[in-house]
């Protein structure tokens, strides 16, 4: 059984960073584990992916050359490195695991497990 756990959210003024942990257990080299986010009144939407089999690493275009995402195998953990965040960063931040094809990576209905969100709450 697939279980995530974030961590690391909290508030920062625009500009500054913040680097959310996922912690992963049950997963395998053929999970995919991305990032999404939802803000209040608004859909989840895709924030990042990363795979152990592909090279590919998928960015929604609002955080391209801002975020990082990296894994830790040894440690079971993905990290989002989020640098000069903005106020419409603010979101809860969600963790999800599953096994989509590369073309899928940003669709939330390909992944199968949650995790129960972080909050990330940038001002102005």
């Known amino acids: 059984q697939v279980q995530l756990v974030e961590s690391g959210g909290g508030s920062v003024h625009a500009g500054g960073s913040l680097r959310l942990s996922c912690a992963t257990s049950?997963?395998?080299?053929?999970?995919?584990v991305a990032w999404f986010r939802q803000a209040p009144g608004k859909e989840r939407e895709f924030v990042a992916a990363i795979s152990r089999r592909t090279s590919a690493r998928p960015y929604a275009d609002s955080v391209k050359g801002r975020f990082t995402i990296s894994r830790d195998n040894g440690l079971n953990m993905v990290y989002l490195q989020m640098n000069s965040l903005k106020p419409e960063d603010t979101a809860v931040y969600y963790c999800?695991?599953?096994?989509?094809?590369?073309?899928?990576?940003?669709?939330?209905?390909?992944?199968?497990?949650w995790g129960q969100g972080t909050q990330v709450t940038v001002s102005s």
């Open positions: 049950g997963t395998s080299s053929s999970h995919v």
């Open positions: 999800a695991a599953g096994q989509p094809i590369v073309s899928a990576f940003r669709d939330s209905q390909m992944y199968h497990s």
